[in-house]
């Protein structure tokens, strides 16, 4: 099969090793500069440095080269990029089957990621979700690592999930595409929150609560989506939520460590050097929980924190002043 990729992050290049092989994979990445650099290094030194790039794989920054007489399109930008990729893949090659693996609410719209394809592409469009436990750098080495392609289109899992299933990389189906996203979507935020409790010191019994009440929060937003509570127990949500939290490779996490140690949110993101979703996300879940009637704590505490000038501590004294209840 022929694999176009769009996106040449971490996760994207990752992703195009992965498939590269048993696919004949075009990695696309929107900036000449850097798909020159990617061809005379053979390497992604700026997102995912250290790991080579085969002669296999192509690469290119014109889109069309990558996405026409492809089987498949796989979205791997930012969030933020996904609509406007959506639309060209569209424009260059109507009704090709497309898989995304950004995780996020869109800002400003709030919408997930389905919602937007939906949008753009009519919801009888053949597509779905990879998403899950995974970091890139693990991914790109060969580790062994489970993730989740989530579609309610029946024939669309049938017909790709034995594509996209490698050996080290297990696909799992799920036909729950809400739950799904909302798992990776909101585990970001979360992982915001457990760095931050982590950078200030609190011990292990914090970062457990966190979690496991963190994930009440993820399955009361899915359900009243109509998501399923299963889903949140699996790979998409317990999986990466677990992963996210405790992993120092995440992103997310790492902002809020930094946050802990006082530095701001903008000097943060400039060092970090890559997109940490949580941290739009984070306004975005609070503003959906609150139109669907849930309580989410945590995520509003994230919110306050990123975006409304709470300190960290001010944080955690409104979360541990909240009354006590039933679990
Ligand atoms: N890294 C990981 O381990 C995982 C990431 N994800 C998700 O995958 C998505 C991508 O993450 P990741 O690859 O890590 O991000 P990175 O920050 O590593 O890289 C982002 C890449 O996307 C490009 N980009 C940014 N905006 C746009 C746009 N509007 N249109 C096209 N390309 C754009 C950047 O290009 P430029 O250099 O030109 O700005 C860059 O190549 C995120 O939603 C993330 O949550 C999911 C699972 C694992
Ligand atoms: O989604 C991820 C792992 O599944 C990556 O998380 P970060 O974006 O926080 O690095």
């Not at 092989?21 to 990695?27: E, I, Y």
């Not at 997930?112 to 394809?117: C, D, G």
């Not at 579609?151 to 299933?165: G, K, M, V, Y």
Request: net charge negative.
């Amino acid at each position: 099969m022929r694999i176009a990729v769009l996106g040449a992050g971490a996760w994207g290049t990752a992703l195009a090793l992965a498939f590269d092989g048993p696919h004949q994979v075009s990695l696309w990445a929107r900036n000449p500069a850097h798909v020159d650099d990617l061809r005379a290094q053979r390497e992604n030194t700026r997102y995912l440095p250290g790991v080579r790039l085969p002669d296999s794989l192509t690469l290119t920054s014109v889109l069309a080269e990558a996405a026409c007489g492809a089987d498949l399109h796989l979205v791997v930008t930012p969030l933020s990029g996904l609509r406007a990729a959506v639309r060209e893949l569209r424009r260059l090659q109507p009704g090709t089957p497309l898989v995304w693996a950004c995780k996020g609410l869109e800002a400003g719209s709030g919408r997930l990621p389905h919602e937007i394809v939906a949008e753009e592409l009519g919801s009888d469009a053949p597509c779905g979700v990879l998403t899950g436990p995974s970091f890139a750098a693990e991914v790109a080495r060969g580790q062994p690592t489970a993730i989740t392609l989530a579609s309610t289109h029946d024939a669309f899992i049938d017909r790709w999930l034995p594509e996209l299933h490698q050996p080290l990389l297990r696909v799992y189906a799920n036909t729950d595409l809400v739950g799904a996203e909302i798992g990776g979507a909101i585990k970001n935020v979360m992982a915001i929150a457990a760095g931050v409790s982590d950078g200030l010191g609190f011990g292990l019994n914090a970062r457990a609560a966190l979690i496991t009440r963190g994930l009440a929060e993820i399955a009361r937003l899915a359900v009243a989506l109509g998501g399923r509570p299963e889903t949140l127990m699996g790979l998409a949500g317990m999986g990466d939520l677990i992963l996210t939290c405790t992993g120092d490779l995440s992103r997310n996490r790492r902002v809020g460590l930094a946050l802990a140690q006082g530095k701001t949110l903008d000097d943060i993101l400039r060092e970090l050097g890559h997109v940490a979703e949580g941290v739009s996300t984070a306004r975005e879940v609070a503003a959906l929980a609150a139109r669907h009637g849930v309580e989410m704590p945590l995520c509003e505490a994230v919110d306050a924190l990123l975006h409304q000038g709470l300190s960290a501590g001010q944080a955690v004294d409104r979360l541990l002043a909240r009354d006590p209840k039933h679990e």
